[in-house]
């Protein structure tokens, strides 16, 4: 029985747009039209998202100092406002839930201003610009890692979680395993297009200085730059390592399974995904990270033993092996640490994002909603 529209909004990139059509698929699961507002940038993500229509709306970034550049913005996000306006007008949604980036501004602050309920959803542990500038105007702020209660923002928190790809949900039916002695210990690594570099660069050079004896145990994915790939390939060759090294792996999800230690960034859907699989992890928060996002992602993992936070600034070859070849001499802590990460985990988290949207959507405050959730 279809139950009305709800409206999401998201910049596009993959990062916004993967949990809100993760909650678009369980919203029509439930009997909802889900409309996406997003703009061009999403053609990329947005063809297999599930929605009934998708609408570009005019929107801008508000980081320039430049005063002409600054009324120039204004006036796209106007413009981009009075265009959500009347799509909402139109289509009459019951809520409106934002993900995050500048795109989502315009239907945000539209809905807001006609009275229609809203929710936005933040994926790190520290608040974007653009939901930052909403937070003080929707009826409830979803988190997953916020923390709910503190200040004006936390009284309309839910820590909901980040919804995670069906992959994901498929691994974390794999329990953690841990490798004792002589056997083998698969050891995956990655970062982003620009983060996987300090990888390329430190981890080789950290596993030539590991014992032989712990080096011929190891089995390295190894995700790198496709202009890094074929030197951290020779890197690895004169060492006698299994070793898989790539730009792109299909499947993530199986090989942080599948893996008995993780090094990697700390992006909000990376902390998340380790977490719902339950995998020990080294995390190095990319030192460049917009408001130092990602050190407070790893902070919020590494809080409950889940994994370790390791500044970039302070991680040496010589650090990175004695790091790496203590943690393969210690089954018993790699088991605590993924049992802690498992426990950390939010694999309902789509779920819960629907319950919270329903809630709103039906005129309840995030009050209300935490009495029934109690």
């Known amino acids: 029985m279809a139950k009305g529209v709800i409206l999401l909004a998201a910049g596009g990139t993959g990062g916004h747009l993967f949990p809100a059509e993760a909650l678009a698929h369980e919203l029509i699961e439930r009997g909802w039209k889900v409309h996406l507002a997003t703009d061009h940038r999403a053609e990329r993500y947005s063809r297999h998202f599930p929605a009934a229509d998708i609408h570009s709306i005019p929107s801008a970034t508000l980081g320039s100092k430049n005063p ?170 004169d060492l006698s390592v299994d070793v898989q090294v790539s730009p792109f792996f299909t499947d993530m999800a199986a090989r942080m399974a599948a893996a008995h230690l993780v090094m990697s960034r700390s992006g909000a859907s990376t902390v998340s995904e380790i977490a719902v699989i339950g995998r020990p992890a080294l995390l190095v928060p990319y030192p460049h990270a917009l408001d130092h996002d990602q050190a407070a992602n790893a902070a919020a993992l590494a809080a409950g033993g889940g994994a370790e936070l390791h500044a970039q600034s302070t991680l040496s070859a010589e650090r990175v092996a004695e790091l790496v070849g203590g943690l393969i001499k210690d089954p018993n802590r790699l088991a605590t640490m993924a049992a802690a990460a498992r426990s950390a985990g939010k694999p309902n988290a789509a779920r819960l994002l629907a319950d919270l949207t329903e809630a709103i959507a039906s005129g309840k405050t995030v009050s209300d909603y935490r009495r029934t959730r109690s």
């Open 68 to 237: 002409v550049a600054v009324i120039s913005a204004f006036w796209k996000i106007w413009q981009g406002v009075r265009e959500a306006g009347r799509i909402i007008a139109r289509i009459k949604p019951e809520a409106v839930v934002g993900f995050g980036g500048y795109p989502t501004l315009p239907p945000l602050y539209a809905a807001t201003r006609r009275k229609v309920p809203t929710l936005i959803h933040e994926q790190n542990a520290v608040m974007g610009r653009a939901n930052k500038a909403l937070a003080s105007r929707v009826d409830a702020i979803a988190g997953g890692f916020l923390a709910e209660g503190a200040g004006a923002a936390g009284a309309k928190t839910v820590t909901t979680g980040n919804p995670v790809r069906p992959q994901v949900l498929e691994a974390a039916k794999t329990p953690y395993l841990a490798s004792n002695e002589d056997e083998p210990f698969r050891f995956l690594v990655f970062g982003g297009s620009q983060g996987a570099q300090f990888f390329s660069d430190a981890v080789p050079a950290a596993i030539a200085l590991l014992p032989a004896d712990l080096r011929k145990r190891l089995a390295i994915t190894q995700q790198a730059r496709a202009e890094d790939v074929a030197r951290v390939k020779a890197a690895y060759a």
